[in-house]
């Protein structure tokens, strides 16, 4: 059984987009957000997805569960890049770092590693954030605003051919399905006395406990596959070079809108980036706050 992610059907302005306007303006502000380190722009990008968000009308016990996976992925990284510097370097340039403050670490062979937080690093790290936030909330509505159906024929009129859409349709549903096969076998092997967590067991103990339920996911996982592969093959799918898609789609006035107001951000800001504007920014004042 295939499932998908969960789409409600909701008259909200986010859904009443035509589904390849909304797929052409995500890539435009992906292309974008990634050219620029300004937080300013950064916040920016930021304000305008959690507007899109909220009049999306998606409701929190609807996306708890990618939240409560991405947002700590996204505080690691972010606290990682704040205390290491990383990637900082060719964002300022030869312009020093003024140290809130540093614990120098020393390794074997006489190596020292200063791990601290600086101004730079903190405005670094809330960019950062910024960025990474702002391109989870866009993808987010792709596929909880989407409807399911539409997969298929929004990739292949985009200008795809028919085997990648299609392909790229059922690899939206690969998550959710193998996500929920999994908590069927969970729920089917508790019922025959099965515990994920054994007390007293070693980490390889552990590894080796979850085969009953990696082992029956994965053969599931690929006997679908196959299912799905004899089933276009009985359709003969791919035998003519163009076929025929049961929805319609048709651009309107608005769509056109958001296909051009996302066409010119990522054109601005790649104006912006050639000119040397969108580079890592330091709010002076923040540096007069710290007495620097």
Known sequence: MIVTWSY?????????????ARIIFLGCAIFAIIQIWDVRAMLAWLALAVLALRLSGIRWQEMKRFWFVVLPLITLFTTVTALTGRDL????GSAGEHFLWTVPVGFPGGAVWHVGLSVERLVFAAAQFARMLSLAILG????FTINPALYGVAF????????????????????????????TTLDAQKARGYELDRAGANLFRQVRNL???VVPVTIGTILGGEE?????????????????WVMALEYDRRDLLLIAGGVL?????????????GEFWLPPALLRLLAF
């Open 156 to 183: 292949r009129r985009l200008g795809l051919s028919d085997k990648f859409a299609y392909a790229t349709d059922l690899a939206f549903r690969l998550v959710p399905t193998v996500a929920n096969d999994f908590q």
């Open 140 to 143: 987010l509505l792709v596929p």
């Open 89 to 92: 370097t060719q964002a300022i």
């Open 265 to 277: 951000a990522l054109l601005a800001t790649t104006i912006a980036n050639i000119l040397g504007y």
């Open 211 to 213: 085969a009953p339920l």
């Open 228 to 244: 799905i592969i004899d089933a276009m093959d009985l359709r003969a799918f791919g035998a003519t070079p163009r076929r025929t």
């Open 8 to 20: 409600k059907p909701r008259d909200t302005i986010i859904q009443r987009f035509d589904p390849r």
